[in-house]
T-cell receptor, first 115, second 110 residues
Framework: DSGVTQTPKHLITATGQRVTLRCSPR?????VYWYQQSLDQGLQFLIQ???????AKGNILERFSAQQFPDLHSELNLSSLELGDSALYFC??????????????FGPGTRLTVT | DAKTTQPNSMESNEEEPVHLPCNHS???????IHWYRQLPSQGPEYVIH???SNVNNRMASLAIAEDRKSSTLILHRATLRDAAVYYC???????????FGGGTRLMVKP
């Protein structure tokens, strides 16, 4: 158990809909990262938040957005869903940011299926 | 970003050592070498990281070549539970985000 929790575990929705994925980082971790894993693209970094502020952006679509709340939990919002958005979405957390030495702890993921 | 090259798959026998290679010929001086693994149906899991010197922890050892253009993750006694995809990742950015490649799928035979 990494200490990172994600809800829901599974989500099935229709094209055009909007969903929210939730992540609670390990106790004390200030950084939260979102990754997408699909069969054709592999694991891709989407976005990072550190102590409530956006810190880095990766291959995140404009239809996707995220935020980190004062209690440090984070939400990833996916809107106007397309079939190609079907994937596993992982959240990870780390103690800090600013150096490449901190390990990341990954949650169990949310499997999103868009029909 | 510097890239890594890993074999697509490897096989090992249970209770034998496993050496997982990674080539990173364009590594820069500030790149840390990280290894993560992903067990079936789970999120990635941190294994080990290093910069220049060899590193040991309870899970594995990391051997880094003197010129840093390659590294090897060593599992001292493979168990069935070690069957996973192992990712070698170079990380030098302040944000600490990880860039995953294809990894090596390790199969462990009983």
């Amino acid at each position: 158990d990494s200490g990172v929790t994600q809800t829901p575990k599974h989500l099935i929705t229709a094209t055009g809909q909007r969903v929210t994925l939730r992540c609670s980082p390990r106790s004390g971790d200030l950084s939260v990262y979102w990754y997408q894993q699909s069969l054709d693209q592999g694991l891709q970094f989407l976005i990072q938040y550190y102590n409530g502020e956006e810190r880095a952006k990766g291959n995140i679509l404009e239809r996707f957005s995220a935020q980190q709340f004062p209690d440090l939990h984070s939400e990833l919002n996916l809107s106007s869903l397309e079939l190609g958005d079907s994937a596993l979405y992982f959240c990870a957390s780390s103690a800090n940011s600013g150096t490449p030495t901190y390990e990341q702890y990954f949650g169990p993921g949310t499997r999103l299926t868009v029909t | 970003d510097a890239k890594t090259t890993q074999p697509n798959s490897m096989e090992s026998n249970e209770e034998e050592p496993v050496h997982l290679p990674c080539n990173h010929s364009t590594i820069s001086g500030t790149d840390y070498i990280h290894w993560y693994r992903q067990l079936p149906s789970q999120g990635p899991e941190y294994v080990i990281h290093g910069l220049t010197s060899n590193v040991n922890n309870r899970m594995a050892s990391l051997a880094i070549a003197e010129d840093r253009k390659s590294s090897t993750l060593i599992l001292h006694r493979a168990t069935l539970r070690d069957a996973a995809v192992y990712y070698c990742i170079l990380n030098n950015n302040a944000g600490n985000m990880l860039t995953f490649g294809g990894g090596t799928r390790l199969m462990v035979k009983p």
